[in-house]
């Protein structure tokens, strides 16, 4: 098991009555009902991005910013670090068609 982890800030969006998480080192979001559920939805959303990568490139390209450099970026925000549990060895590398049809269907697995 490999272990990844991004900065991500955590904010409530009042307007639509919810909290929503950015990973903006790869441009990745989520959001939820309530941070618990943002936190749980955040730490799949890392994984399901990090077996993709995998997939498509055979590693994660995109380098995150430290906990230091995030929180001083979104100073009054919470910045809290994101860790996902990849078991690299297993995966394969394969074609874009068929990464993009597994992840729209739902089966990103690092089990292969």
Do not use: W
């Not at 230091?68 to 074609?95: F, M, P, Q, Y």
């Amino acid at each position: 098991m490999e272990q990844f982890i991004f900065p991500a800030v955590f904010y409530r969006d009042s307007e639509e009555d919810i909290f929503v998480v950015a990973f903006d080192d790869v441009n990745l979001f989520c959001n939820g009902k309530t941070v618990e559920e943002c936190f749980i939805l955040a730490k799949k959303l890392l994984r399901d991005f990090v077996i993709v990568s995998y997939k498509l490139n055979g590693r994660v390209e995109e380098r995150p910013r430290s906990y230091l450099e995030s929180a001083k970026l979104h100073k009054g925000k919470i910045v809290l670090l994101i860790c996902a549990e990849v078991n690299t060895g297993r995966i394969k590398i394969k074609d874009k068609a068929t990464v993009i049809r597994e992840a729209l269907s739902g089966k990103i697995d690092d089990d292969e």
